[in-house]
């Protein structure tokens, strides 16, 4: 199996900005993507940003050219840094890594915004 462990939550003013590591540990070997999702109170969880074995990234509409999802490969380590951070953001952030055809997923750590 495969353990995730999230970081760097926390409280911010909206323009402001965060990074969140997701640590993975465990039978890591064959991960082929792992990604970001959030879920804000009375709503679906939804796919913020992913990065693939080969790099590719993809991101959500909403969050473009304010994320960026990077990786250590040294440390099993993605990170999500968060720019311009709007109210919007606001959600609990759960690491996801994808090892054939099952998932994995962190605890999550919450990001909240202040307007």
């Known amino acids: 199996q495969v353990q995730l462990v999230e970081s760097g939550g926390g409280l911010v003013q909206a323009g402001g900005s965060l990074r969140l590591s997701c640590a993975a540990s465990?039978?890591?070997?064959?991960?082929?993507?792992m990604g970001w999702y959030r879920q804000a109170p009375g709503k679906q969880r939804e796919l913020v940003a992913r990065?693939?074995?080969?790099?590719?990234?993809n991101y959500a509409d909403s969050v473009k050219g304010r994320f960026t999802i990077s990786r250590d490969n040294a440390k099993n380590t993605v990170y999500l840094t968060m720019n311009s951070l709007k109210p919007e953001d606001t959600a609990v952030y759960y690491c996801?890594?994808?090892?054939?055809?099952?998932?994995?997923w962190g605890q999550g750590t919450q990001v909240t915004v202040s307007s």
């Open positions: 996801n890594a994808l090892k054939g055809w099952s998932d994995y």
């Open positions: 465990g039978n890591i070997l064959s991960i082929s993507a």
């Open positions: 990065i693939t074995s080969g790099g590719s990234t």
